[in-house]
């Protein structure tokens, strides 16, 4: 059983970056596809990432498209967001989620087997 610890969350202004990190212990992350989600307060929690356990299939949101990179490094056992141009929407608590891996043919964005504990990202001036 795989547990996740995000990190790399804070305070950033309008148009900053920030980079978060998803680490797994327990169990190989390769066996793995993983989802970023995100939670703003009185909103409902929405997927905004994901990625194959390979790292050859990437989903966006369309909300996030062109402003977020998701990656994933299996050695390290670590999946990352990089979050370009934020903006205050952007604030909300954000989740690395992890199902076992699908095949090609059915892949999809996990759902969330496996949850880790969030990380806050504030854009605030």
């Known amino acids: 059983q795989v547990q996740l610890v995000e990190s790399g969350g804070g305070l950033v202004q309008p148009g900053g970056s920030l980079r978060l990190s998803c680490a797994a212990s327990?169990?190989?992350?390769?066996?793995?596809?993983i989802a970023w989600f995100r939670q703003a307060p009185g909103k409902e929690r929405e997927a905004i990432s994901c990625?194959?356990?390979?790292?050859?299939?990437?989903i966006y949101a369309d909300i996030v498209k062109g402003r977020f990179t998701i990656s994933r490094d299996n050695a390290k056992n670590s999946v990352y967001l990089q979050m370009n141009n934020l903006q205050p929407e952007d604030t909300a608590v954000y989740y690395c989620?992890?199902?076992?891996?699908?095949?090609?043919?059915?892949?999809?964005?996990?759902?969330?087997?496996?949850w880790g504990q969030g990380t806050q990202v504030t854009v605030s001036s």
């Open positions: 989620a992890a199902d076992p891996f699908r095949l090609p043919t059915t892949w999809r964005c996990p759902d969330g087997d496996y």
């Open positions: 327990g169990a190989p992350l390769a066996y793995y596809d």
């Open positions: 990625i194959s356990n390979s790292g050859r299939a990437t």
